[in-house]
């Protein structure tokens, strides 16, 4: 079996590629490799993987379909985990149009390409806890109205959920809608919260503490998601599946992968300097345009399908974050 991965240089992209590689499929990367953050440390998750024979990456940008298509051309690809995408919150508040692009117009060529492909089993796509937006009702589920993102990277992820549910309406697609919540551990992303923190307290630098630390994030471990994923890709959604979206008889589901446990951000800092062996200097700073107050995974619909069961607990899942972290860094 040929899997299609996009971003497969990010965070999460690298890891499920490791998986899959690691277990005899043929994959298939493909990253535009952009210098959102450091192209070194992609180019670093990139190495794990070039070692696999049925491992082929492409540095290409599924944004420009003609270059998509040429190089999936006879590939005979039957799933495609569609992870690349602008990522970031704050980001999207001064740079809109790469958010437009990658995540949009992206996305509509990642719809197309399935189309176009013989014997399509599945499609998984990132979709993101930011669609809740200014909901309040705690946890969150995907039955509840995702009408009000507070940040256009949101309204991108939830453009996607639409794009996604007329394409299995309207050609019979299988595609399964992943929203992640507040992903973690080794490989990170430098512009998340364990790397700028744990940068800052090691170089003894203050931290921006935001809402004055009240704030909650339901931390997943990367082990965790990448659990939750495999188990959704085996088990495509068909045509009036009792999870389609929203009554729906197309098949198209959607999922919250999430810890289901939030955990106070000032817990968080805590077990950080745990990990690191040394305290934060703290700045407390008023809550940030766009940022959401509290994220809280409602895990029971991929529990019942799956049996998701997230394992990791913050202190674990932060210390090994840590320990990789100097690793990479050189950091006796």
Not at 105 to 121: M, T, W
Not at 207 to 224: E, P, Y
Request: hydrophobic share 35%.
């Amino acid at each position: 079996m040929t899997i299609l991965i996009t971003g497969a240089a990010g965070f999460i992209g690298s890891h499920i590629a490791q998986q899959y590689c690691t277990h005899g499929y043929d994959v298939i990367g493909i990253d535009n490799l952009n210098d959102y953050y450091s192209v070194d440390l992609k180019q670093a998750r990139l190495s794990n993987l070039k070692h696999h024979k049925n491992f082929n990456f492409f540095h290409t940008d599924f944004a420009d379909k003609a270059a998509l298509f040429a190089q999936t051309q006879n590939k005979k690809i039957q799933k495609i985990i569609h992870l690349g995408a602008q990522a970031g919150v704050r980001y999207s508040l001064k740079n809109p149009d790469v958010y437009i692009n990658s995540n949009l117009i992206g996305h509509a060529n990642i719809l197309e390409l399935a189309r176009s492909l013989d014997s399509f089993e599945h499609l998984i796509y990132a979709s993101s806890s930011s669609v809740y937006g200014a909901n309040t009702k705690q946890p969150f589920a995907e039955t509840d109205p995702v009408n009000l993102p507070v940040s256009l990277y949101a309204a991108t992820k939830r453009s996607n959920e639409l794009m996604s549910q007329s394409y299995a309406h309207l050609y019979g697609i299988p595609q399964t809608g992943l929203r992640l919540f507040t992903v973690y551990g080794p490989w990170g992303r430098p512009d998340m919260a364990p790397w700028l923190f744990t940068d800052a307290i090691i170089n003894e630098r203050p931290i921006k503490v935001f809402n004055h630390g009240d704030m909650a994030r339901d931390f997943t471990f990367i082990d965790d998601i990448v659990d939750g994923i495999t188990g959704l890709v085996k088990t495509p959604p068909s045509k009036g599946g009792v999870n389609n979206y929203e009554g729906s008889p197309s098949p198209h589901r959607i999922y919250n992968i999430g810890n289901n446990q939030p955990e106070n951000l000032m817990k968080f800092i805590s077990c950080l300097e745990n990990a690191i062996g040394k305290k934060a200097i703290k700045v407390f700073e008023d809550l940030q345009d766009g940022d959401l107050k509290e994220t809280t995974a409602n895990i029971d619909a991929i529990h019942a399908l799956t049996g998701f069961t997230p394992k990791t607990q913050l202190q674990d899942g932060l210390n090994s974050f840590v320990e990789w972290f100097k690793t990479y860094h050189k950091i006796s």
